[in-house]
């Protein structure tokens, strides 16, 4: 299976000419550029978005990023004027297009404008987002909560702040790039342990802990290339043991672990207190915009009065704050909203490991990837997908290594089973369909 859209001998070497053409154009520019102090075509990662570019193009390959949707992006989606089902959007309970939700964010605009129009600290905040805040710290019976304007920048300004070039943060290799760009501006100490090995958490930190004032010990809830779980009362063990903080990234997990969807500590059964430190964001079953931190008063003080992503950045915007409160009350008011998505998801990872596709670790919950094994074989499975009305996103190196190039799933609670089964399907058949491809003149 892995390969079957590779290209063939003849294929590969007539790419590998055409991308060294492309690379020696491209060097010959980055050499000029060089010599021009003002120019861009030399920055880091340029030459390889080239290369990539021009592969797509030797392949003949449409560009599968940055697709306009023309109405809402849920189970289904409208991309040129055309119908496709979607697998694409972290719309996990169909929230996003609620028409409730919709309401509650013209309600928010009609009060209060769109914008919030400064920092909080300074010029004041809405009522909307201590509710918000109220709702969220509830969620995991936490003390407080604190929301932030984007989910990434919360963690890369908490993290940043918390920890200091004395300390250490330990890693889950899999972590998401916010953590990595926080843990990076720390000018901590860092330390990556291979996915969801926790005993290879307890031995950094066996190691590295007494060096350091204070520890970090950093994981997502549901792991968003391979829709794992971590054992989180395994990892909230090692912290305790070793005197770390404990963060959990609940992005994917909110809505979309456990038996109501509360996240990952109700998926493991584990008291929401062992987590030092929840994190999430608002952008995925919540169908807004923004992160938020929830923890213990302490601090959720000490980041409201000097993280500086919230001191020194405008409030959440309004309409936001009022639809992830109203995406948060359908969630706790519909449970089964929770049970369709896990039931699909688990449905689509069955379907697909039955006809023999490589889904991974993928525990069935939310996101189910297909790991086609070459950044090139993704792409063109994504793109026979697209053209059978199928849109699902190729994840390609360097996002994860070559060899596990992959696309990925996100399923909905909306997706029904008809579907589902056509996803899984038309993935089957259109990988079986592939032999090894030549290119185009
Ligand atoms: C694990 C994880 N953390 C943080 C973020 C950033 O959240 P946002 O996209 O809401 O800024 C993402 C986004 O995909 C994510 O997957």
């Not at 289904?76 to 297009?97: E, H, K, M, Q, V």
């Not at 129009?117 to 918000?132: D, F, I, N, T, Y």
């Not at 710290?137 to 304007?149: D, H, K, P, Q, S």
């Not at 169908?287 to 302490?298: N, P, Q, T």
Request: proline share 5%.
């Amino acid at each position: 299976m892995k390969g079957g859209f590779g290209l063939s001998r003849s294929a590969r070497l007539a790419l590998l000419r055409r991308l060294a053409q492309r690379r020696d154009g491209a060097e010959g520019a980055a050499e000029e550029d060089a010599a021009d102090p003002r120019g861009f075509a030399g920055l880091p990662g340029q030459r390889d978005l080239a290369l990539i570019r021009a592969a797509g193009e030797a392949l003949g390959l449409e560009n599968p990023f940055f697709r306009p949707h023309e109405g809402v992006a849920g189970a289904r989606t409208r991309i040129g004027g055309r119908d496709y089902l979607n697998f694409a959007s972290y719309n996990y309970l169909g929230l996003n297009g609620d028409p409730r939700v919709a309401a509650a964010a013209k309600a928010a605009i009609d009060r209060h404008g769109v914008s919030a129009s400064a920092s909080r600290l300074v010029s004041g905040e809405r009522p909307v987002h201590a509710a918000l805040e109220a709702a969220l710290a509830a969620n995991y019976g936490t003390e407080a909560c604190l929301a932030f304007v984007s989910g990434h920048a919360t963690n890369v300004t908490v993290i940043g702040h918390l920890l200091g070039p004395r300390d250490l943060i330990v890693h889950d290799a899999a972590i998401h790039n916010s953590c990595l760009e926080g843990a990076r501006l720390s000018g901590a100490r860092r330390v990556a342990f291979p996915h969801n090995d926790w005993a290879a958490a307890e031995r950094a930190l066996a190691a590295e802990r007494r060096g350091a004032r204070r520890a970090l010990l950093l994981i997502e809830g549901h792991y968003s290339m391979d829709g794992d779980v971590p054992d989180l009362a395994r990892f909230a063990a090692v912290a305790r043991r070793h005197e770390a903080w404990l963060m959990v990234d609940e992005a994917h997990a909110l809505g979309v672990l456990g038996a109501t969807g509360r996240g990952v500590f109700e998926q493991c059964g584990v008291d929401p207190s062992e987590v030092d430190i929840w994190m999430g964001t608002l952008s995925k079953t919540l169908s807004a915009c923004g992160g938020y931190i929830a923890g213990r008063r302490a601090l959720v003080d000490y980041l409201r009065h000097s993280a500086p992503g919230f001191v020194y950045s405008v409030g959440l915007a309004p309409p936001l704050a009022a639809a992830a409160l109203e995406s948060l009350a359908i969630l706790r008011a519909e449970p089964e909203r929770v049970r369709r998505l896990q039931a699909n998801a688990t449905l689509f990872r069955d379907l697909a490991r039955a006809r023999g596709l490589d889904v991974g670790r993928s525990a069935g919950m939310g996101i189910v990837p297909v790991i086609v094994g070459s950044s090139v074989g993704a792409a063109r499975l994504s793109a026979a997908l697209f053209a059978r009305g199928i849109n699902v996103q190729p994840i390609l190196f360097p996002a994860v290594p070559e060899a596990s190039a992959r696309l990925r799933f996100f399923l909905s609670a909306e997706h029904t089973e008809a579907e589902i089964r056509e996803a899984v399907q038309a993935t089957a058949a259109a990988l079986a369909e592939s032999g090894p491809a030549e290119l185009p003149e």
